[in-house]
């Protein structure tokens, strides 16, 4: 969970102006192109002590549900420091402190950049049991796929219950994609063999994640010492048949 906090006066209570509070939830990475839901709170400084215990409980509950490995604050430091020290002690237990510029009107998941420094090599364990399955399927033949080709040609067909990245997409790697999830394809020929009218280059990591979301399916980033996969990406599949490409 990714928490931004901003005020611009005296480090004290006891002044006039507001303190403002944004709260996002996700899962890293695929939050920098679907961001959570958000919750936001303009609270006057007065009274910021008192409604900070309150903010807190409200934020442990979106952690729990949220399942939050994490709680990355940032923003102005006294008010950081007036909240945190209000927090349950499990969700206080969890917070990691971020500098930098803390912009909440991008468009994008909230502290991006700073997420990306705490989480880049850090695996939660539900993601490693994930990558284990892998390992296990892929000695054993079983149910997933490796490579681009191969995986984009699974999520077409909505097979996909993981994909597995060795890195995000560099911005130079695109796809082509239409206006459904299951619309993604490796040229624009391919998409439009399949009925796409008129469909649109972009971002791999925006189209890749965008059919995850559609699809129900999980994102996880694996570093190269835990597990290489073939051209940096794998997926674990829901099913496969004889149309499931090799």
Known sequence: MAVVVHYGGLPTAETHGWVTLEA?????????????????????V???????????HRLDERARRAHADAVVVGGDEWACNVLIRRLPHTLRDKVVRVGGR?????????????????????????????????????????????????TVAALQRGQVAA???????????????????TQLALTEAELMSFG??????????????????????????VPE??????EGV????????PGTPP
């Open 24 to 44: 996002e939830t996700g899962t890293w990475p695929a939050s920098t192109v679907t961001p959570g839901e958000r919750l936001h709170r303009r609270v006057a």
């Open 46 to 56: 007065a009274t910021w002590h008192r409604t900070s215990l309150r903010l807190g």
């Open 102 to 150: 803390t912009p909440t009107d991008t468009g994008r998941a909230l502290l991006e950049q700073q997420l990306d420094g705490v989480f880049r090599g850090r695996m939660a364990a539900h993601d490693r049991e994930l990558v284990d399955i892998f390992i296990g399927r892929r000695a054993l033949a079983g149910p997933m796929t490796e490579g681009l080709a191969a």
């Open 163 to 181: 994909l597995l990245l060795n890195r995000p997409p560099g911005s130079s790697l695109q796809l082509w994609a239409g206006s459904q999830p």
């Open 196 to 221: 796409v009218r008129a469909p649109r280059e972009e971002r791999a990591d925006e189209a890749l994640v965008r059919a995850l979301v559609g699809t129900g399916a999980e994102l996880i980033v």
């Open 225 to 230: 010492s835990e597990l290489r996969l073939y």
């Open 234 to 241: 794998g997926a674990l599949l829901r099913y496969t048949d």
